[in-house]
């Protein structure tokens, strides 16, 4: 999608949207995939399987909802990071993405809490 954005107006493989969302929602997937590869050699290694899949849970649900949003706003040709923005529904694209960001942020504090309990003990 981002490379068909990226194409001259005329040619007709121009989508008509923005290139920066696509990009945008590229490098969100790329490192998300990067840390849930971390979180899968992790696993293991951390606590006991109950554990083990709630950090799961976290992570996924919250991936779902930041890359859902911003593949829903990248559609749309927009950002999903402006809360007040006059277009109708851009508030609660920003407000799905900033919370699915703050579930695999808890679920990161989760993975650095049980690595430093381990340390420790």
């Known amino acids: 999608m981002e490379l068909t954005a990226s194409q001259a ?3 007709p493989l121009h989508f008509g949207v923005l290139a920066a969302p696509f990009a ?6 790329l490192w998300l995939s990067v840390f849930a590869c971390v979180l899968a050699w992790l696993g293991p290694r951390l606590s006991s399987e ?7 849970g976290l992570f996924a649900s919250g991936s779902l909802l930041s890359l859902g ?8 040709g ?7 923005d006059p277009s109708p529904g851009a508030g ?26 381990r340390r420790r003990g």
């Open 9 to 11: 107006p005329y040619t």
């Open 24 to 29: 945008q929602l590229r490098r969100s997937a």
């Open 50 to 56: 109950r554990e083990r899949w709630i950090l799961f």
């Open 69 to 76: 949003a911003m593949a829903w706003a990248a559609a749309q």
């Open 78 to 84: 927009r950002m999903a990071m402006q809360v007040f």
């Open 92 to 117: 609660w694209l920003a407000v799905v993405r900033l919370a699915g960001q703050a579930l695999i942020l808890l679920c990161a504090l989760g993975v650095v809490h049980r690595l430093l309990r």
